[in-house]
């Protein structure tokens, strides 16, 4: 599968503007193939793969953080833009008698974790033209593409630090 660059361009701002916007539904339409849920596994993730990396450089340049940064200076900017990761107890209060205290836990540590992931992608973008990819960056950007709810997280993320 080749991927159609107008259609890649098109979801990435329909990305953005979903998390900009905060829509979960257009999100989920935006990161969608082209062919929809009839897209064979292979090219959904083709396609998952390259909207996180281009979702990755669009907010990278849009950090204008220098090249070749610290991930202190990613995670901070990223602090600074989305605020701090919410906490237990934050996702606690939001539905005390739906959400119980490991749900909680866990939801915080799977943010943080994705938060990682979003450094580690937005370092791949800045990283100066003739210095070997990341590991970190690699391992973060199989490990998005594969998980189904890590990926949507990471995308909406990226879309608003792009925004």
Same mark, same amino acid.
């Given at each position: 599968?080749?991927?159609?660059?107008?259609?890649?361009?098109?979801?990435?701002?329909?990305?953005?503007?979903?998390?900009?916007?905060?829509?979960?539904? +257009? *999100?989920? =339409? &935006?990161?969608? /193939?082209?062919?929809?849920?009839?897209?064979?596994?292979?090219? %959904? #993730?083709?396609?998952?793969?390259?909207?996180?990396?281009?979702?990755?450089?669009?907010?990278?340049?849009?950090?204008?953080?220098?090249?070749?940064?610290?991930?202190?200076?990613?995670?901070?900017?990223?602090?600074?833009?989305?605020?701090?990761?919410?906490?237990? +107890? *934050?996702? =606690? &209060?939001?539905? /005390?008698?739906?959400?119980?205290?490991?749900?909680?836990?866990? %939801? #915080?540590?799977?943010?943080?974790?994705?938060?990682?992931?979003?450094?580690?992608?937005?370092?791949?973008?800045?990283?100066?033209?003739?210095?070997?990819?990341?590991?970190?960056?690699?391992?973060?950007?199989?490990?998005?593409?594969?998980?189904?709810?890590?990926?949507?997280?990471?995308? &909406?993320?990226?879309?608003?630090?792009?925004?």
């Amino acid at each position: 599968m080749t991927i159609d660059q107008a259609a890649l361009g098109s979801a990435v701002e329909a990305v953005v503007a979903a998390a900009r916007d905060d829509d979960p539904a +257009a *999100l989920y =339409r &935006a990161v969608m /193939p082209p062919a929809g849920g009839d897209t064979p596994p292979g090219e %959904a #993730a083709r396609w998952f793969g390259s909207l996180l990396v281009h979702l990755a450089l669009t907010a990278a340049t849009a950090s204008k953080l220098e090249r070749g940064c610290s991930r202190e200076a990613v995670s901070g900017w990223i602090g600074e833009v989305l605020g701090p990761p919410p906490t237990p +107890a *934050l996702l =606690r &209060a939001e539905d /005390p008698g739906r959400i119980d205290h490991v749900e909680a836990v866990d %939801a #915080a540590a799977g943010h943080s974790r994705c938060r990682e992931y979003a450094v580690d992608l937005i370092r791949l973008g800045l990283a100066e033209p003739d210095a070997a990819p990341d590991e970190r960056g690699v391992d973060a950007h199989c490990t998005v593409t594969n998980d189904k709810k890590a990926r949507i997280i990471v995308m &909406a993320m990226l879309g608003r630090l792009a925004a």
